[in-house]
């Protein structure tokens, strides 16, 4: 079998990435607000402060995403665009702009698919902890309700965390991400599981609550390792190494297991406790109770891979890079082959559906005297990346979906304005959008349900 009839093709954009309007309308502040304001945060001191003005043009881009034939569009809601304190009071304007936003996509066909979280972080709930405070979860609970309330009548659709381990990873171990903390193993174990309780407890919320009936799951970026040929030793190793917790003889949590088998599995890997297990919270296996509130499918942001074979100790190993290999304007490695191996890896393991929620490259694109944005390398990556994923459908593996980022250029975090991953060119200084090659060719895909791939 190919891509299944249902199948759903879009694209993604996270709020404080495009939409700009940082403090207007009584938004109140995030860290991403807070962090740029730092010198040297970001690249060039790049802020998202305006960013695309999304939420000024949205009707606009949602007829850009009528004009590509989108099916679906994964966009992430602002904390504390609607509750400006990340929790109390609620910003009756904040929660027009996503009520008439959700409307005009209905309107052009479009199924509104929200993410709850994609790492605008109320500034305030910071002030009192963050995700190192306990309440954080009822906090995130409380914030769901609200949005809940507002959407579900239209909405049944939801992730709830964007990519836990960056926002975590980046945001409070290295300090590359706001709110740039470097904490240390403990802190971090703690606020990895507290942003998973916050995650079953939003997940609880949704189901609870919701009018419509809704389908729920997380987004984790989900570091893939493909073997480097199909013998079965290699396999194995590739599939070792993905669900592995270990950095040598180190714990470490940038891995796929430490955040899905607590969402999917009730249980912590085994090769992560022995290390962290002393800095859980006691309540910990009552917790899990909470965290594996069953999901429908599993989000999963996947750009690139690492090859791997069985080591001569049995133990998998990772092959270098070839010289001079293909590499994305990121300096991304491009490995088509991750498309096939996560999915494969992640519904073995799951067994739930699978959807890829980012999927994408940057590259140096501008626009050319014929006014058109010619980006053959986007072009064929995804072309390459989609066979990929198709092959995963043809041998069986329950996949629903892919969303390919981004929507339209934006704000790449740490490095500003420099990344351009959008479907979409985005002029920065004037605000104008030019559909870029790939997002009419991303069309003829999404018209034929990937026959002509
Ligand atoms: O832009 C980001 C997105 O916010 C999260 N996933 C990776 C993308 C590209 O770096």
Redesign the pocket.
Known sequence: MSFKKEFLWGAAA?SY?IEGAWNQDGKGMSVWDHFVQKPGAVYQNHTGNTACNHYFNYKEDIKLMKEMGLQSYRFSISWPRVLPNGIGNVNQKGLDFYNNFTDELLKNDIIPFPTLF??DYPYELYTKGGWLNRDSSDWFAEYTQVMVDALSDRVDRWFTL??PQ?FVGLGHGNGEHAPGLKLQKRDMTTIIHNVLLSHGKSVKTIRENSKLTPRVGMAP?CPVFIPINDEPKNIKAARDAMFSNKNGENFTAWTTSWFMDPVCLGKYPEDGLLEAEQYLPESYKEDLKIISQPVDFIGN?N?HGNFVQMGRDGEPELTKPEEGEPLTG?NWRVTPGSLYWGPKFLYERYKLPIIIT?NGL?NKDWVSLDGKVHDPQRIDFTHRYLKEYRRAAEEGIDIEGYFH??IMD?F??ALGYR?R?GLIHVDFSTQKRTIKDSGYWYKTVIQSNGENL
């Open positions: 996270a990435q994609h790492w964007n990519e960056c970026v942001n750009y990121f980012e940057s980022w981004s934006n790449e975090w990344e991953f």
